[in-house]
């Protein structure tokens, strides 16, 4: 436990290095994460929710995406869609932003 502890507190203290005033959230976006659970963060624009997201996924080495959301989005926007090839004359699947380890979900209305 003490293990997860140290490496917590190591990254909480890399995202405050760019994340300023905003101790509370660093540190509850980190429970978020460890309990590997979802995390709803309703702010204004401009104060740095993107930036955390960020900050958190370079912090541990994770990708990370942001999805925009418009009212025209499909499911395969999101997931990823199946492709043809013609050359190999087989589908392939090109993951959608959905896929990476971090997902920023903006504007879902």
């Given amino acids: 436990m003490q293990a997860v502890r140290s490496i917590a507190e190591r990254v909480i203290e890399n995202v405050e290095k760019v994340i300023l005033g905003k101790d509370q959230e660093v540190r509850l976006t980190m429970v978020a994460l460890l309990c ?3 995390l709803l963060i309703e702010d204004v624009p401009g104060v740095g929710k993107t930036m955390l997201a960020r ?5 541990i080495g994770c990708t990370y995406r942001r999805i925009q959301f418009t009212p025209d989005m499909l499911p395969s926007d999101v997931t990823g869609v199946s492709v043809f090839n ?3 004359q087989e589908f392939e699947f090109r993951p959608g932003p959905l ?3 971090i997902v920023l979900a903006d504007e879902i209305n």
């Fill in 36 to 38: 590997e659970g979802h």
């Fill in 55 to 59: 900050a958190i996924a370079r912090s």
């Fill in 86 to 88: 013609q050359k190999t």
């Fill in 99 to 101: 896929m990476a380890q």
